[in-house]
């Protein structure tokens, strides 16, 4: 069976595990060369080797998205080995203990999920940026949230009206706003830009405490990733449709 997506390189960032571990192979069973970023050297080079005894063509390479100086020698490794970049998952995020509701939240805990889950995010979409427009149609996707929704967190019947964590909700809120500034400044590219929210899956970061498998969690995010010429840009996603903003 062919791999209609052979030939292609991907970036995930946070690849090393969860939801951006299965996004790197899945994206890896389509054919695509997927780049995993982790800022931990040996947990990087475990994952790389678990996608490689599954025929993946998978390469770790070190990415804090923390750290401007990692983040711009993997741009330069990218560019050098292969001049391009297909594909870019921002999915590195984190939840910090700390944050809470705005008139509890530890500023310290909010400026860290900020720097992490959109700092971090808008350092490596803009130091990636110059290789996503090598390629003949680049993707960009966001890894967001559902608590990102200014829509259904106004909403007091959504089911998860009550998790309001200012940084993390703020976070992907802005990460949101990031998305439609970018796919408007690259409309006229052929590069689409869109946010993914994955639904309660089960990972670290809620103690696997979600209601979905982590395959059903990375599924919207490989869509977006694969998307083809005349899919829209500029929006947000779950499996099964449109997220509200």
Excluded: C
């Excluded at 299965?22 to 069973?29: H, K």
Aim: a neutral charge; proline letters at 6%; aromatic letters at 6%.
């Amino acid at each position: 069976m062919a791999l209609k997506h052979k030939g292609k390189i991907a970036l995930i960032t946070g690849a090393n595990k969860g939801i951006g571990f299965e996004v790197a192979r899945q994206l890896g069973a389509e054919g695509v060369t997927v780049l995993i970023g982790a800022r931990n050297p040996q947990l990087g080079k475990v994952a790389e080797a678990k996608l490689k005894a599954d025929g993946i063509d998978a390469h770790f390479i070190e990415l804090d998205v923390t750290k401007p100086v990692t983040v711009s020698k993997a741009a330069e490794t990218i560019r050098a080995q292969h001049g391009r970049l297909d594909i870019l998952v921002n999915n590195a995020g984190v939840l910090v203990k700390g944050d809470g509701p705005p008139s509890v939240a530890d500023p310290e805990a909010v400026r860290r999920v900020l720097d992490v889950n959109f700092f971090g995010v808008l350092a490596v979409t803009q130091a990636m940026l110059p290789l996503v427009r090598n390629a003949p149609s680049g993707r960009i996707v966001m890894v967001s949230s559902g608590l990102g929704s200014l829509t259904w967190n106004a909403d007091p019947n959504w089911p998860f009206a009550s998790t309001k964590p200012l940084g993390y909700n703020g976070s992907k809120a802005i990460l949101n706003m990031l998305t439609v500034q970018l796919a408007w400044e690259l409309r006229d590219t052929a590069i689409k830009v869109n946010t993914v929210n994955p639904g309660y899956t089960a990972t670290d970061m809620n103690g696997n405490s979600g209601t979905q498998t982590i395959e059903e969690g990375a599924a919207e995010t490989v869509r977006q990733s694969l998307v083809p010429d005349d899919a829209p840009t500029g929006g947000f996603y779950q499996t099964g449709g449109v997220v509200p903003w």
